[in-house]
Protein backbone atom coordinates (compact mmCIF):
# COMPACT_ATOMS: atom_id res chain seq x y z
CA UNK A 1 0.00 0.00 0.00
CA UNK A 2 1.16 3.58 -0.61
CA UNK A 3 0.73 6.87 1.46
CA UNK A 4 -0.07 10.40 1.50
CA UNK A 5 1.63 12.71 4.15
CA UNK A 6 -0.83 14.85 5.49
CA UNK A 7 0.29 18.24 7.20
CA UNK A 8 -2.59 20.32 8.62
CA UNK A 9 -0.32 24.01 9.00
CA UNK A 10 -1.89 27.68 10.74
CA UNK A 11 0.50 30.37 10.32
CA UNK A 12 3.86 28.32 9.73
CA UNK A 13 5.44 30.91 6.70
CA UNK A 14 8.81 30.70 8.65
CA UNK A 15 8.78 27.27 9.25
CA UNK A 16 7.08 24.95 6.23
CA UNK A 17 9.59 25.75 3.36
CA UNK A 18 12.57 24.22 5.14
CA UNK A 19 10.08 21.66 6.24
CA UNK A 20 8.96 20.41 2.73
CA UNK A 21 12.82 20.11 1.92
CA UNK A 22 13.00 17.54 4.55
CA UNK A 23 9.95 15.80 3.66
CA UNK A 24 11.15 15.53 0.19
CA UNK A 25 14.72 14.42 1.34
CA UNK A 26 12.90 11.92 3.81
CA UNK A 27 10.57 10.20 0.53
CA UNK A 28 13.63 8.16 -0.93
CA UNK A 29 12.73 4.29 -0.97
CA UNK A 30 9.35 4.97 1.06
CA UNK A 31 6.06 4.31 -0.22
CA UNK A 32 4.78 8.09 -0.40
CA UNK A 33 2.86 9.17 -3.57
CA UNK A 34 1.39 12.27 -2.33
CA UNK A 35 1.81 15.31 0.08
CA UNK A 36 -1.04 17.18 1.28
CA UNK A 37 -0.53 20.69 2.63
CA UNK A 38 -4.18 21.69 4.46
CA UNK A 39 -3.75 25.41 4.69
CA UNK A 40 -6.12 26.01 7.90
CA UNK A 41 -7.18 29.98 7.06
CA UNK A 42 -3.09 30.99 7.66
CA UNK A 43 -2.72 35.00 7.89
CA UNK A 44 0.36 34.76 6.34
CA UNK A 45 2.00 33.73 3.48
CA UNK A 46 2.35 29.68 4.52
CA UNK A 47 0.66 28.54 1.11
CA UNK A 48 2.76 30.72 -1.02
CA UNK A 49 6.06 29.83 0.78
CA UNK A 50 5.09 26.40 0.03
CA UNK A 51 4.15 26.59 -3.86
CA UNK A 52 7.56 28.97 -4.34
CA UNK A 53 9.50 25.81 -2.16
CA UNK A 54 7.72 23.42 -4.45
CA UNK A 55 8.13 25.08 -7.76
CA UNK A 56 10.08 22.67 -10.22
CA UNK A 57 9.80 19.95 -8.17
CA UNK A 58 8.73 16.74 -9.63
CA UNK A 59 6.59 15.23 -6.53
CA UNK A 60 2.77 15.75 -5.96
CA UNK A 61 2.04 18.46 -3.53
CA UNK A 62 -1.23 19.36 -2.84
CA UNK A 63 -2.30 22.56 -1.13
CA UNK A 64 -6.09 22.99 0.25
CA UNK A 65 -7.07 26.11 1.88
CA UNK A 66 -9.92 26.53 4.37
CA UNK A 67 -11.38 30.15 3.92
CA UNK A 68 -11.46 31.05 7.79
CA UNK A 69 -9.24 28.92 10.59
CA UNK A 70 -11.22 25.77 11.57
CA UNK A 71 -8.66 24.39 14.15
CA UNK A 72 -6.26 21.29 13.55
CA UNK A 73 -8.68 18.42 13.67
CA UNK A 74 -10.86 19.96 11.01
CA UNK A 75 -7.87 20.67 9.04
CA UNK A 76 -6.00 16.57 9.49
CA UNK A 77 -10.04 15.30 8.61
CA UNK A 78 -10.06 18.02 5.15
CA UNK A 79 -6.58 16.48 4.01
CA UNK A 80 -7.35 12.75 5.14
CA UNK A 81 -10.51 12.63 2.62
CA UNK A 82 -8.34 14.46 0.20
CA UNK A 83 -5.78 11.71 0.12
CA UNK A 84 -5.84 9.16 -2.84
CA UNK A 85 -3.74 6.35 -0.99
CA UNK A 86 -4.76 3.97 1.18
CA UNK A 87 -2.01 4.98 4.02
CA UNK A 88 -1.48 8.14 6.09
CA UNK A 89 1.02 9.68 7.79
CA UNK A 90 0.41 12.92 9.51
CA UNK A 91 2.95 15.53 11.26
CA UNK A 92 3.09 19.10 12.18
CA UNK A 93 4.01 21.94 10.16
CA UNK A 94 5.88 24.05 12.86
CA UNK A 95 9.06 21.80 12.02
CA UNK A 96 9.63 20.07 15.56
CA UNK A 97 8.38 16.63 13.89
CA UNK A 98 11.84 15.51 11.85
CA UNK A 99 10.88 13.90 8.90
CA UNK A 100 13.70 10.98 8.98
CA UNK A 101 11.77 9.78 11.44
CA UNK A 102 9.22 8.61 8.80
CA UNK A 103 11.21 5.70 8.25
CA UNK A 104 10.93 4.28 11.74
CA UNK A 105 6.98 4.05 11.65
CA UNK A 106 6.63 2.25 7.68
CA UNK A 107 9.36 -0.21 9.07
CA UNK A 108 6.77 -0.98 12.19
CA UNK A 109 4.28 -1.17 10.19
CA UNK A 110 5.53 -3.38 7.46
CA UNK A 111 7.18 -5.61 10.59
CA UNK A 112 3.32 -5.72 12.24
CA UNK A 113 0.75 -5.38 9.12
CA UNK A 114 0.61 -9.29 8.74
CA UNK A 115 -0.34 -9.65 11.75
CA UNK A 116 -2.52 -7.07 12.63
CA UNK A 117 -4.67 -5.84 9.14
CA UNK A 118 -5.45 -2.37 11.21
CA UNK A 119 -2.43 -1.06 12.79
CA UNK A 120 -2.17 2.46 13.77
CA UNK A 121 2.23 3.18 14.64
CA UNK A 122 2.40 6.30 16.86
CA UNK A 123 5.42 7.94 17.24
CA UNK A 124 6.21 9.01 20.79
CA UNK A 125 9.10 11.36 21.73
CA UNK A 126 12.12 10.22 23.36
CA UNK A 127 13.00 13.87 24.66
CA UNK A 128 10.69 17.30 24.53
CA UNK A 129 12.50 20.65 23.29
CA UNK A 130 9.57 22.62 24.39
CA UNK A 131 9.43 25.23 27.35
CA UNK A 132 8.58 23.91 30.73
CA UNK A 133 5.15 25.09 30.76
CA UNK A 134 4.35 23.03 27.67
CA UNK A 135 6.13 19.91 29.15
CA UNK A 136 4.40 20.21 32.60
CA UNK A 137 0.79 21.25 30.98
CA UNK A 138 1.54 17.96 28.32
CA UNK A 139 2.74 15.87 30.98
CA UNK A 140 -0.45 16.60 33.27
CA UNK A 141 -2.64 16.28 30.41
CA UNK A 142 -1.20 12.89 29.28
CA UNK A 143 -1.09 11.65 33.05
CA UNK A 144 -4.71 12.50 33.35
CA UNK A 145 -5.90 11.06 29.85
CA UNK A 146 -4.31 7.65 30.55
CA UNK A 147 -5.68 7.49 33.76
CA UNK A 148 -9.29 7.85 32.13
CA UNK A 149 -9.26 6.38 29.01
CA UNK A 150 -6.15 3.23 29.37
CA UNK A 151 -5.04 3.26 26.03
CA UNK A 152 -1.79 3.01 27.32
CA UNK A 153 -0.11 5.58 25.23
CA UNK A 154 2.45 8.30 26.90
CA UNK A 155 2.62 10.70 24.62
CA UNK A 156 -0.64 11.26 22.46
CA UNK A 157 0.40 14.77 21.33
CA UNK A 158 3.02 13.50 19.20
CA UNK A 159 1.85 14.08 15.72
CA UNK A 160 3.68 11.16 13.99
CA UNK A 161 0.88 9.16 12.95
CA UNK A 162 0.79 6.57 10.48
CA UNK A 163 -2.54 4.86 9.60
CA UNK A 164 -5.16 3.40 7.17
CA UNK A 165 -6.96 5.96 5.79
CA UNK A 166 -10.43 4.42 6.25
CA UNK A 167 -9.64 3.47 9.56
CA UNK A 168 -9.49 7.07 10.65
CA UNK A 169 -12.91 7.68 8.71
CA UNK A 170 -14.72 5.68 10.45
CA UNK A 171 -14.51 7.20 13.69
CA UNK A 172 -16.64 10.03 14.86
CA UNK A 173 -15.66 12.85 14.36
CA UNK A 174 -15.31 15.73 16.44
CA UNK A 175 -12.81 18.63 17.64
CA UNK A 176 -9.91 18.38 19.07
CA UNK A 177 -10.07 14.15 17.74
CA UNK A 178 -6.13 14.59 17.09
CA UNK A 179 -5.49 14.48 20.39
CA UNK A 180 -7.56 11.26 21.03
CA UNK A 181 -6.46 9.20 17.63
CA UNK A 182 -4.70 6.39 19.71
CA UNK A 183 -7.84 5.74 22.31
CA UNK A 184 -10.26 6.12 19.65
CA UNK A 185 -8.74 3.87 17.15
CA UNK A 186 -8.09 1.21 19.77
CA UNK A 187 -11.53 1.45 21.23
CA UNK A 188 -12.53 0.78 17.31
CA UNK A 189 -10.43 -2.78 17.30
CA UNK A 190 -7.13 -1.11 16.04
CA UNK A 191 -4.02 -2.48 16.96
CA UNK A 192 -1.52 0.52 18.52
CA UNK A 193 2.09 0.33 17.96
CA UNK A 194 4.17 3.07 19.80
CA UNK A 195 7.75 3.90 18.15
CA UNK A 196 10.45 6.41 20.01
CA UNK A 197 10.82 9.33 17.30
CA UNK A 198 13.15 12.74 18.18
CA UNK A 199 11.94 15.95 18.79
CA UNK A 200 13.45 19.14 17.73
CA UNK A 201 13.08 22.84 19.35
CA UNK A 202 11.02 25.51 17.28
CA UNK A 203 13.29 27.76 14.85
CA UNK A 204 10.36 30.37 14.21
CA UNK A 205 6.80 31.23 14.64
CA UNK A 206 5.39 30.67 17.97
CA UNK A 207 2.99 27.91 19.69
CA UNK A 208 -0.90 27.89 18.65
CA UNK A 209 -1.71 26.28 22.30
CA UNK A 210 -1.05 27.26 25.63
CA UNK A 211 -1.49 25.51 29.24
CA UNK A 212 -5.05 26.18 29.05
CA UNK A 213 -5.88 24.49 25.40
CA UNK A 214 -3.63 21.33 26.78
CA UNK A 215 -5.09 21.52 30.09
CA UNK A 216 -8.83 22.49 30.87
CA UNK A 217 -9.77 22.00 27.17
CA UNK A 218 -8.43 18.41 27.20
CA UNK A 219 -10.52 17.63 30.79
CA UNK A 220 -13.14 18.69 28.63
CA UNK A 221 -12.71 16.58 25.87
CA UNK A 222 -11.81 13.69 28.28
CA UNK A 223 -15.68 13.30 28.72
CA UNK A 224 -17.02 13.23 25.31
CA UNK A 225 -13.78 10.58 24.10
CA UNK A 226 -15.08 8.53 27.27
CA UNK A 227 -18.53 8.03 26.13
CA UNK A 228 -17.53 7.60 22.44
CA UNK A 229 -15.66 4.82 23.68
CA UNK A 230 -17.79 3.36 25.83
CA UNK A 231 -20.29 2.81 23.37
CA UNK A 232 -17.95 1.70 20.73
CA UNK A 233 -18.36 -1.38 18.71
CA UNK A 234 -15.00 -2.63 18.71
CA UNK A 235 -15.75 -5.13 15.71
CA UNK A 236 -18.89 -6.57 13.52
CA UNK A 237 -18.73 -10.14 12.70
CA UNK A 238 -20.63 -11.06 10.17
CA UNK A 239 -21.42 -14.16 8.03
CA UNK A 240 -23.93 -14.95 5.14
CA UNK A 241 -27.18 -17.31 5.83
CA UNK A 242 -28.71 -17.08 2.26
Request: contains cysteine.
Amino acid sequence: MYATVVLPAYNEEESIGALLREIRNALDQLPVREIILVDDGSSDATAARAIAEWKGVNSTLRIIRHVRRLGQSRALLTGIQAASQDLIVTLDADGQNDPADFGKLFATYSARQARYPRLLVAGQRARREDSFVRRLSSRIANGVRASILNDNVRDTGCSLKLFRREDFLALPFFDHIHRFIPAMMKASGVAVALVEVSHRPRKAGRSKYGLWDRLWVGIHDLIGVQWLIRRQIANVELEDVL
